[in-house]
Structures are given as C-alpha cells and as structure tokens.
Nanobody, 117 residues
C-alpha cells in the first residue's frame, strides 16, 4: 500500500519560513520523480517544485529563489524548504510521487500552509 504523508504545515507570518516533509512508503522511492503541488481556495492545483532521483530540480516561477526542494532517498523523504513566504503562498500543499514509465501517480492528503499577519 502506497502512502505519502506530509507534515510541517502551519500558520506563519509574511517573510517567515516553513519546512514541509513528505515520507513515502510502499514505493521504490528512488525511482520516482517527487513533486510538491499546491492548491489555493478557488484556484487550480499547480506544480510548485519537482525533483528527480539524481537531484535535478525545477520550480514554478512564483517560488524561484524562495523555495528549495530536496530529497533523501535513504529516508524515502522529500522536503520543501519555504523561505520569504508571502500571503499568496497560502494553500494546501500536496506531495506527489510520479513514475512516468508506468504512469504511476500517487498523492498525499495535503498539509495546510497559511501565511497571515
């Protein structure tokens, strides 16, 4: 059974930082591209950042220079370090594991990030 369990969300003031974690089980973690998506109220889910096993990353333009995605294949965990948070970063953040070769696509339950003064 595949599980992706996010943690680390919460309430933070503008300019603050949070670190999200996503622990995966039931998959061969190192084979998967790991992504963080987010969905704000009334908006479509959007890709925030992604990382492949070798470490190559990509980011949405809106978070470049502020967010950093990383992974620890030994711990089956992917992280999202979020700095200089803005009001518009408020959303539910979802962890995603994707294996293109077999079209395997798994999602976590999401963790709420609220940026507010």
């Amino acid at each position: 059974q595949v599980q992706l369990v996010e943690s680390g969300g919460g309430l933070v003031q503008p300019g603050g930082s949070l670190r999200l974690s996503c622990a995966a089980s039931g998959i061969i973690f190192s084979m998967y591209r790991m992504n963080w998506y987010r969905q704000a109220p009334g908006k479509q889910r959007e890709l925030v950042a992604g990382i492949i096993s070798g470490g190559k990353t990509n980011y949405a333009d809106s978070v470049k220079g502020r967010f950093t995605i990383s992974r620890d294949n030994a711990k089956n965990t992917v992280y999202l370090q979020m700095n200089s948070l803005k009001l518009e970063d408020t959303a539910v953040y979802y962890c995603n594991a994707y294996l293109a070769a077999l079209s395997y696509d798994y999602w976590g339950q999401g963790t709420q990030v609220t940026v507010s003064s």
